[in-house]
């Protein structure tokens, strides 16, 4: 089954023992800033007010309450696991309680109109059965004729980010700066919400695929260098052998600036200590 994207932290380290996990996503529409103060529009999914990601333990019953806080209707659809899509009218919400008996990667997302994913309504359930470090990098890019255009022909982005910011943002992140040990065992679950294809280049290490949801014959391969498909997610096991500060960036460069500016792009660093 294909799996895909956004990702949203619902609990912490793996429990045994199956719970129940009632969270609140909303969609609202505002506005993501830049490093350098220019702003984009977006209509996304907020969970619980802040954050980006859900993460739950196999077998774990989630709830869902929907909110609609837009000014138009939408809807609501967990890919390849509800039958069909959930209205969330105006103004008003919806519920939703599922549990999942695989772990893996799972896409929810609104697909009442083409354009939804772009904007932000768009997200992933990850599904956990152990308690390894993880970190999640989001990749997203802007092109600021495209976002406030009906013509979507040409596509020529100028921002490019992980999680939302671009660097030296992404290092304050610890959701998305990888920090260890030698000999941690750790998992980093990538996902690309944008249109363009990205190749995250690692310094000092090797990973593992141990997920992918476009090429599972690529599972198990260790590399230094992974492009990832628009809508596609991979996870990566990471099991640093050395200890230091090593650059991880998108090895297109142009999506390691931001309107021009290097290095405020798709770049970030991992620390690992002896």
Do not use: C
Not at 110 to 121: A, E, K, R, T, V
Not at 201 to 209: E, N, S
Request: charged share 20%.
């Amino acid at each position: 089954m294909t799996r895909l994207l956004l990702i949203i932290l619902l609990s912490g380290a793996f429990n045994a023992f199956p719970s129940n996990i009632d969270r609140t996503l909303r969609v609202v529409r505002d506005s993501v800033q830049m490093f350098d103060s220019v702003q984009f529009s977006r209509i996304h999914f907020q969970l619980d007010d802040s954050g980006l990601i859900i993460e739950i333990g196999l077998n774990d019953t989630l709830a869902l309450l929907l909110i609609n806080n837009d000014s138009v209707e939408h809807s609501f659809y967990i890919e390849d696991e509800l039958d069909s899509a959930i209205l969330i009218p105006i103004g008003d919400s919806a519920q939703v309680t599922i549990s999942f008996d695989q772990v893996g990667t799972y896409l929810y997302k609104d697909p009442s109109q083409s354009n939804n994913i772009y904007l932000g309504l768009v997200g992933l359930i990850v599904v956990k059965d152990n308690d390894y470090s993880s970190f999640y990098w989001n990749l997203k890019e802007y092109d600021l004729e495209w976002d406030d255009s009906s013509d979507h022909s040409n596509y020529d982005p100028e921002y490019f980010t992980i999680n939302g910011k671009s660097f030296p943002a992404t290092n304050e992140d610890s959701q998305l700066r990888v920090e260890g040990k030698v000999g941690d065992t750790i998992y980093i679950y990538i996902t690309n919400l944008g249109n363009s294809i990205h190749s995250l280049h690692f310094h000092g290490y090797h990973a593992t695929i141990v997920q992918s949801s476009k090429s599972i014959h690529h599972i198990g391969r260790s590399k230094d260098t992974f492009p990832i498909y628009p809508l596609e997610y991979i996870v990566l096991e990471l099991i640093p052998n050395q200890a230091g500060e090593y650059p991880v960036h998108d090895h297109n460069l142009v999506a390691v600036s931001g309107n021009g500016s290097y290095a405020n792009g798709m770049f970030t660093t991992i620390l690992i200590q002896p």
